[in-house]
Antibody, heavy 118, light 107 residues
Framework: EVQLVESGGGVVRPGGSLRLSCAAS????????MSWVRQVPGKGLEWVSG????????GYADSVRGRFTISRDNAKNSLYLQMNSLRAEDTAFYYC???????????WGQGTLVTVSS | AIQLTQSPSSLSASVGDRVTITCRAS??????LAWYQQKPGKAPKFLIY???SLESGVPSRFSGSGSGTDFTLTISSLQPEDFATYYC?????????FGPGTKVDIK
């Protein structure tokens, strides 16, 4: 089955760090750029970060640049998002999505909730 | 960043109705537009790419049109499973951006 499965969400204090993971299966992972998209509960969608096939070209939303780092391990069919210096406004569902930062997103994971709260 | 607006922000419709949602870009994006459907508690589902190309497996009652700055998503005959929020997304400019969404609920 073609799918993306996120993990790593949870509750973290402001200023803290969290690492999200996304496991891909059912397709040739290194044929695709990948992205993270987030959604504050009850609100709209916001692209966060994306990278190309081999991970040597990355992009970030202004709201997270310098705090978040996207990476991938093609040998493990996995995508990651390292989130540092977390703020309350980073609280959201984080979705892993197939598609790079200049593309549409044709496959989505189920999402993982990140809550930043003291 | 390219801004997308959607209208209406919400609408009420009945099963069998024809529904049209509009997405407008703040600058020309050629045909680099996608549409997604999202139901409560679920991830977005990819529907349409390149403004008018239907993703495999998506019912043919969904269609998209437009180019440049003005785009539409049409559901020709609304079905019970179509009640959801719909988002447009542009991938012509960087960063990719989404519209604010249009909620379609039951009249």
């Amino acid at each position: 089955e073609v799918q993306l499965v996120e993990s790593g969400g949870g509750v973290v204090r402001p200023g803290g760090s969290l690492r999200l993971s996304c496991a891909a299966s059912g397709f040739t992972f290194d044929d695709y750029g990948m992205s993270w998209v987030r959604q504050v509960p009850g609100k709209g969608l916001e692209w966060v970060s994306g990278l190309n096939l081999n991970g040597d070209s990355t992009g970030y939303a202004d709201s997270v640049r310098g705090r978040f780092t996207i990476s991938r391990d093609n040998a493990k069919n996995s995508l990651y998002l390292q989130m540092n210096s977390l703020r309350a406004e980073d609280t959201a569902f984080y979705y892993c999505a197939r598609g790079g930062y200049r593309n549409y997103f044709d496959l989505w994971g189920q999402g993982t909730l990140v809550t930043v709260s003291s | 960043a390219i801004q997308l607006t959607q209208s209406p922000s919400s609408l009420s419709a009945s099963v069998g109705d024809r529904v049209t949602i509009t997405c407008r870009a703040s600058q020309g994006i050629r045909s680099a537009l996608a549409w997604y459907q999202q139901k409560p508690g679920k991830a977005p589902k990819f529907l349409i790419y390149d403004a008018s190309s239907l993703e495999s497996g998506v019912p043919s009652r969904f269609s998209g049109s437009g180019s440049g700055t003005d785009f539409t998503l049409t559901i020709s005959s609304l079905q019970p499973e179509d009640f959801a929020t719909y988002y447009c997304q542009q991938f012509h400019g960087y960063p990719p951006t989404f519209g604010p969404g249009t909620k379609v609920d039951i009249k």
